[in-house]
């Protein structure tokens, strides 16, 4: 007889009421209206929303709304299969172009997600060696290249920056590959690491913007260690584009860092662009290899056109009116420097993503409570997301935040630390 108390839906609603009952199960607020823009409405009232990643301000451009509805008058809602079957659509291929573009890479393949940009890529370059074999005894393709020495050991082996996102992770998951984490920022190790491994095949992977912490990848060093041990270097800079460089090119150009240099540039149009979709840009011959290999770009539909319009233009805007990521950085600065005043760790944050530490997860549950309770928006990021004990609120600013509107998060913070004893 099935004992239920075993069964994984016993169990799985046994967790759930657990995370209830300790108060720490997500409580997100329903908006009852665009959760793009600074002020939104909740619970019959206008709250200040500070996590939304709309952070040029391009979601609601009239121009990108405009290119939009123009693509949605002419295309339908949908793209009506995958890029493989019907749905290789003209706008998907001028976005391709424009974002390799802005980008500075020779050309960049799109995804309906980001996740599903990384997801797809990590696995599809961990096969070559097996299509490689594939192709040479089915297809006359080319052979697999001699192991250099008796010492070298086939396959891959992938390099993970300790904090990169989710995405990745998965992504590594499934590629099957060796993996060694590196520590955060731990440029030492990784060189040990990376001496160490006797992989025929290396490749290294980190955020340019580390989406938990705020801070920024030490790239130069990672590009000089790819160089040194002949290793391949993918750089997600989800939070990176749009907003950082002079040019608003990403984490690549906040450090000088010419794009030759990394051989896989990967992003997302959520966040400074205003949209959805992930892209990966990088030689062209490369991305054309994941046009064949990616399962998540081969297997599933890519974005909608009006979409993909609606993108191109707000990646236009973005490279014309710098004011923007300008103004967004500046209010993080603000931000930043005002918060630690008052005492709180802002955990190493440089650029729009401020986390502000509270510690335990359930001191970090009421924070937001309390927070929203002075009409406030701003969720906790907490265990398994980041480390246990080191909960924080992660606060976002964007370039359409008023002074007045972050002046009044801090005078709340100011009472949080006071009333909680933080
Ligand atoms: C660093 C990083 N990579 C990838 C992603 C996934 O992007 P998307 O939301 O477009 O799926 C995110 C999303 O937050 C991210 O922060």
Redesign the pocket.
């Known amino acids: 007889m099935l004992d239920a108390s075993k069964s994984p839906a016993f169990r799985a609603k046994s967790l759930v009421r657990f995370a209830r009952n300790s108060g720490l199960y997500p409580k997100n607020p329903v908006v009852n209206s665009a959760t793009t823009e600074p002020v939104v409405w909740v619970d019959g009232r206008d709250h200040l929303l500070f996590c939304s990643?709309n952070l040029l301000g391009l979601s609601n451009h009239p121009d990108v709304k405009e290119a939009a509805a123009k693509a949605l008058d002419r295309y339908g809602l949908g793209s009506g299969g995958s890029r493989q079957m019907a749905a290789n659509i003209d706008v998907h291929r001028a976005l391709e172009n424009r974002i390799a573009e802005f980008v500075g890479q020779e050309d960049a393949i799109c995804f309906a997600?980001?996740?599903?940009a990384?997801v797809g890529t990590l696995p599809a370059l961990m096969k070559i060696d097996s299509l490689e074999r594939l192709a040479s005894a089915q297809l006359g393709g080319p052979a697999q290249p001699e192991a250099e020495d008796e010492k070298t050991e086939p396959g891959w082996a992938i390099f993970s920056e300790q904090l990169n996102?989710a995405?990745?992770v998965d992504g590594i998951r499934l590629s099957h590959a060796e993996v060694e984490r590196f520590p955060h920022k731990d440029m030492g190790a990784l060189r040990n690491q990376l001496g160490a491994s006797k992989k025929a095949s290396k490749f290294i992977v980190s955020?340019g913007v580390f989406?938990m912490d705020g801070d920024i990848a030490p790239i130069p060093e990672l590009a000089e260690l790819a160089e040194e041990h002949n290793a391949m270097l993918m750089i997600?800079d989800?939070?990176g584009v749009g907003m950082l460089g002079e040019n608003g090119r990403g984490s690549l150009e906040h450090h000088g860092v010419p794009t030759s240099k990394v051989d896989l540039q990967?992003g997302?149009?959520?966040k400074s662009f205003g949209g959805?979709?992930?892209y990966v840009a990088g030689d062209a011959d490369l991305i054309d290899y994941l046009r064949i290999t990616a399962r998540t770009y081969i297997f599933s539909a890519p974005l909608p056109p009006a979409i993909a319009a609606g993108v191109a233009e707000a990646i236009d805007i973005a490279e014309r009116e710098p004011w923007r990521r300008e103004k967004a950085l500046e209010n993080a600065h603000f931000f930043r420097r005002e918060v630690e005043a008052l005492g709180f760790d802002t955990v190493g944050s440089e650029a729009h993503i401020v986390p502000t530490l509270i510690g335990n997860e359930n001191d970090a549950a009421e924070a937001t409570r309390r927070l929203r309770h002075r009409g406030i928006v701003a969720p906790h990021a907490r265990f398994p997301a980041v480390e246990l004990g080191r909960a924080r609120i992660r606060f976002v600013m964007t370039c359409q935040h008023e002074r007045e509107q972050i002046e009044f998060l801090i005078e709340c913070l100011a009472e949080l630390r006071e009333g909680m004893g933080l």
Do not use: E, P
């Not at 997600?113 to 599903?116: A, E, S």
């Open positions: 990643n997600t980001g996740y599903m990384n996102h995405s990745l955020d989406s997600d989800a939070h990967m997302t149009f959520t959805i979709g992930g």
